[in-house]
């Protein structure tokens, strides 16, 4: 039997319009135009469907959040419906004024997206400048009383940079900063043979992670994702398959994750449908991988299985091809070498070396490129 | 870190209890939420920049009579302190 619990965070992908370009953006390769972009008033209905279902808190996502212009209506429905208003953002179509609208309408908490610790390698990463905008922007912040947090996302080529990124953050001072290790979905799995950290560099960063969260203790909450390709078992993608969280991409097809398109046979059905209820307790996208029925008997037999979910869905699929077998990050799982082999590429290169240019193809093989992100019409 | 019972608890920035007319009572802060109930909501209600700790403690200490003062009050200590360290408190 699977008891289905209700959901506790909306993650609202507004837009997948964005001025960034990231290597790692965990966006779909194929991006939503803006004419199939949701309405403001949609988006007021599924908020209050969203609350009613027992949603506490609505993380407002994109691309970026703020290329639509109704984001202080949105944002002002979120809290109207009696939810907590979250915004994560790379700052850079921001000023001063849309900020105190913003935060005027309602916004509880302000996260701020950092590419590197200064401009050059911030350019590198996300095809764009946005260094100074973002400085400026965290000035502003400071001005209010909402939450702020500073989200660093990391990965091989700006680990090095780690110790200034955390001295950037406490000259910021914000209440909390994530860590966070590109995950491989996306633009980033198609980046992944330039993005994954080796060992040693893991356990440095590891080291001065554990440091960092020590000593700003009680000031600033430090927080942080490993990359899972590193780690004996799985992470609970989202908490588990349609147990905690639900997603609407800007065009208002309802996924229980961010990446589940990817999944083959898979059909999302559409807030303009049905009400976000039928599609979190009915649709057979949230039904397919709920609770333990699904699993393989590996995972249904394991003790672990109320901790992962028998890992991401999408991973199992990504690298294994077969979105319904245990997640191949887990060392019990028989297929766990797909990625001792992509993890053993990645160490036998000199730390921090790109590997030279080659036609071979292969997913190990590092792209003699990296391959940015456009904005969608 | 104990908090200093002179010290007057005031929710951090981006932390707040939802509305009074949901069902169950809970704190929102960034990316997390707690459920609150008796004592626990009655303690972060009273973390309004107005209450000092002290007079956290002797209100709960009323509240909850049965319950013996000192065991009341390192609860309480405890409480805060947990709750800081998830920088969801400013000691003001
Ligand atoms: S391109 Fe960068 S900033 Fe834009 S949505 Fe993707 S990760 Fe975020
Ligand atoms: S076998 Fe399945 S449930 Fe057990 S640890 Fe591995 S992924 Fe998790």
């Known amino acids: ?377 | 870190m104990t908090p200093d019972p002179t010290k007057r608890p005031r929710l951090a920035p981006g932390c707040r209890l939802n509305e009074k007319s949901q069902p169950s009572r809970v704190l929102l802060m960034p990316e997390r939420a707690l459920r609150l109930n008796g004592p626990s909501l009655e303690i972060v209600e009273r973390c309004d920049g107005n209450h000092t700790v002290q007079q956290i403690v002797a209100d709960l200490q009323k509240l909850y009579s049965k319950a013996a003062p000192q065991k009341v009050e390192q609860d309480i200590l405890g409480y805060l302190e947990r709750l800081q360290e998830q920088r969801a408190l400013d000691f003001e």
């Open chain 1, 1 to 377: 039997m699977n008891t289905i619990s209700n959901p506790l965070a909306l993650v609202a992908e507004l837009t997948h319009r964005c001025p960034l370009h990231c290597v790692y953006c965990s966006n779909p390769l194929e991006l939503t135009a803006r004419s199939r972009e949701v309405s403001t008033a949609s988006w007021a209905r599924v908020l209050r469907e969203a609350a009613e279902l027992g949603v506490l808190q609505a993380d407002f996502t994109g691309g970026e959040p703020l290329a639509r212009p109704d984001l202080t209506e949105i944002i002002r429905a979120a809290r109207a419906a009696g939810l907590y208003a979250s915004m994560i953002t790379s700052g850079l179509p921001l000023d001063e004024k849309r900020l105190e609208e913003l935060v005027a309408a309602g916004l509880d908490h302000f996260q701020l997206s950092f590419q590197g610790a200064e401009e050059e390698a911030a350019r590198e990463f996300s095809g764009t400048r946005t260094h100074a905008q973002k400085l400026r922007v965290a000035e502003w912040v400071k001005r209010h009383r909402i939450g702020f947090t500073l989200n660093f996302v990391i990965h091989r080529g700006n680990l090095h940079q780690l110790d200034d990124m955390i001295a950037l953050t406490e000259k910021i001072a914000p209440g909390r900063v994530e860590f966070a290790h590109v995950q491989y979905y996306g633009w980033a799995f198609a980046n992944r043979a330039r993005l994954l950290p080796t060992r040693a560099q893991l356990d440095r960063s590891l080291e001065i992670l554990k440091k960092a969260e020590e000593r700003l203790r009680g000031r600033i909450k430090v927080e942080y994702v490993v990359p899972d390709y590193y780690a004996k078992y799985p992470k609970p993608c989202m908490g588990g398959w349609g147990r905690k969280v639900i997603l609407v991409k800007p065009d208002g097809d309802v996924l229980p994750c961010h990446a589940a398109n990817v999944l083959p046979g898979m059909t999302f059905e559409n807030v303009a449908n049905r009400s976000l209820r039928q599609i979190w307790e009915e649709s057979d996208a949230f039904q397919k991988f709920r609770g333990v029925d699904w699993m393989p008997d590996l995972c249904r037999t394991c003790d672990r299985r109320e901790q992962d979910f028998g890992g991401c869905r999408c991973q199992a699929f990504l690298l294994a091809h077969d979105a319904s077998t245990t997640d191949p990050i887990c060392s019990l799982s028989p297929q766990r070498g797909i990625v001792d082999a992509i993890l053993r590429d990645v160490n036998a290169a000199a730390p921090g070396a790109i590997a030279p240019e080659t036609t071979a193809p292969g997913a190990a093989t590092p792209p003699a490129e990296w391959l940015y992100r456009p904005n969608p019409e």
